[in-house]
């Protein structure tokens, strides 16, 4: 049986919390665990039998080159059909599903995913995909009209910043969605993956035409404009709820969003720690004549690393970046062809394309990890600045092409590409 996914990876006008880094790279390319954000996606999706192809939607320009460098690599690299589709306009969560239908259906396939980019974890779709097929061919649901997404815990107070699931425990048939509800609704949470059948376009086909049908009073954009944008979670799932055809897979394993800058540090983190479990030939170890390798890290094969640097915990060093002697970092990205010299220390960081620090500086940032104290705890999507208009402390994002000099501290601060620094900083965005 023929099966598909989608993976719906936004625009250049999406995820703008996730400014600065995406000044220079489309934000579904930005590097974790020494990969693209979506090759870790698309890799998952080639683990499951039966498909073949990956279909990428989203409205960044079709020539944009790293983009189709990216897909021209990983069609190779996993014998995969990747292609990528451009929306006309912004279409919401939904709309490029729908508009695009005619490429996701050819072939007839038995079913298709569809991610969103800005995830990561350790998606069990071979699981999910057996517990659809079980729901489709199960005594009490003789129709084939059956959805499937996955869901995970979060805590209580946690749980209004997700679209929440109620569920049947004994089946897991949906009753209830609500899309970041106001009060309490569930501790189930929508990890944003899901499993469709092609039934789903006759669903879609009848939000489009309700939605076409409706005059929007809040839109400031004049009445004769058409906003055929859909959104998957409330024009989709919401209606699906309690009529006997959406059911959730529960997993337990490491799943988290990628919004903020600050969570490209907690994804890297959790994709080195499923390195070390299913691909441990892809972290460096220690050698005779390397440097001192602690914990897991990840330095692309033309990194050049002195032996008297020590690396790690939970750190990626990317293509063509220069570490000096007796350097140290810590919970950090290295991004392609950085510099960071003799005795520096990097920690809780992220140090941008062609960027340099200099010997004895130290960039710091403050971790924004989930509480370890609370069970199904996720990591805080926290705004720039707090109450009183404060920068919020965060890891420090040194943009690219930045030359930071030697002998100063940087801390908690972000600085926009192509800018310099004259002395040390704290709590500051440098624009």
Known sequence: MVLKAVILIGGPNTGTGFRPLTLDVPKPLFPIAGHPMIYHLIESCSQVEGLDEVLLIGSYQSDEQELKNFVSSVRKEFHLNVRYYQEFAQLGTAGGIYHFRDQILSNEPEAFFVLNSDICGEFPLTEMLQFHREKRQGADYHHKEVYTMLATEA????????????????????????????????????????????????????????????????????????????????????????????????????????????????????????????????????????????????????????????????????????????????????????HVHDHACILHSIIGRDSTVGAYTRVEGTPNDPNPDKPFSKMEVKGLFNSNGQLNPSITIIGSRVQVPSEIVVLNTIVLPHKDISGSEMNKIIL
């Open 155 to 338: 805590t209580r107070q946690q749980s209004h910043n997700y679209g929440c699931i109620v569920n049947r425990k004994e089946t897991g048939e949906v009753m209830h969605y609500v899309e970041k509800p106001e009060t309490f609704v569930s501790t189930s949470i929508n990890c944003g993956v899901y499993l469709f059948s092609q039934h789903i376009f006759q669903h879609l086909s009848s939000a489009f035409k309700d939605k076409q049908s409706r005059p929007n009073f809040e839109s400031k954009l004049p009445p004769t404009y058409r906003d055929e944008s859909i959104s998957l979670e409330k024009d989709l799932l919401m209606e699906l709820a309690g009529t006997d055809k959406l059911f959730v897979y529960h997993t337990d394993s490491f799943w988290s969003q990628i919004k903020s800058a600050a969570g490209t540090i907690y994804a890297n983190r959790n994709y080195l720690k499923i390195y070390r479990h299913k691909r441990p030939e892809r972290l460096r170890s220690n050698t005779d004549h390397g440097p001192q390798i602690i914990g897991d890290v990840w330095i692309h094969s033309s990194a050049e690393v002195h032996p008297t640097a020590t690396i790690g915990p939970n750190v990626s060093i990317s293509k063509g970046a220069v570490i000096g002697a007796g350097a140290r970092i810590k919970e950090s990205l290295i991004l392609e062809s950085a």
